[in-house]
C-alpha cells in the first residue's frame, strides 16, 4: 500500500524535525557538562618562555609541571568547581603568567568552552578579566603520572 504524497511529505518533516530535536538534545548534553568528569583531563599552557601542563584528576586531585627559565617545577594540590564553570586551584598550584591569588594562596578561573561548546578551556584570572588560558590537550603526559 502506497501512502499519498501529502501523507510522505509531512511523515518526512516530521522525520526531520525529530532528528534535529534529538541531535540539539545530544548536543546540549555535552556542551552544559561542566561536571567533574567533564572538566578533568590535561591542559597546557604556553607564553613567553614558560610553559605549564595541568592534570585535573577526577578525584578532585591535580598534577602540574611548570618550566619557566629553564627550570622546571612539579606541584600537587586540589582542585574543585565553584557554581557552572568556575574552578579553583588550591595553594600549591604554580602561577603562571599574571595570575591573582586569593589571601589563601588559592587561584580562581573558569572553565569556558569552544568549538560548539564542547572543547573545555581553562582562564585563570589575572590582573584583568582574561588571565592565562590552558588549552585542553588531547593526550595527557605520562610523566605527569608518576608523581
Known sequence: MKLPRIMRTVLKI????????LIFCVWYWFAADYSYSAVSGT?????????????????????????????TERAQGTWRRVGEGGIVLSAEFLPVGQVNARSD???DGEVQKSFLELVPSIVLWGDNSNGPRFHRMLFHSKDLDTQ
Open 105 to 107: 594562596g588559592s587561584v
Open 14 to 21: 516530521i522525520g526531520a524535525t525529530v532528528l534535529v530535536l
Open 43 to 71: 591542559y597546557a599552557y604556553q607564553s613567553d618562555g614558560e610553559s605549564s601542563v595541568l592534570m585535573l584528576r577526577k578525584d578532585k586531585v591535580f598534577l602540574q609541571e611548570r618550566t619557566s627559565h629553564g627550570q
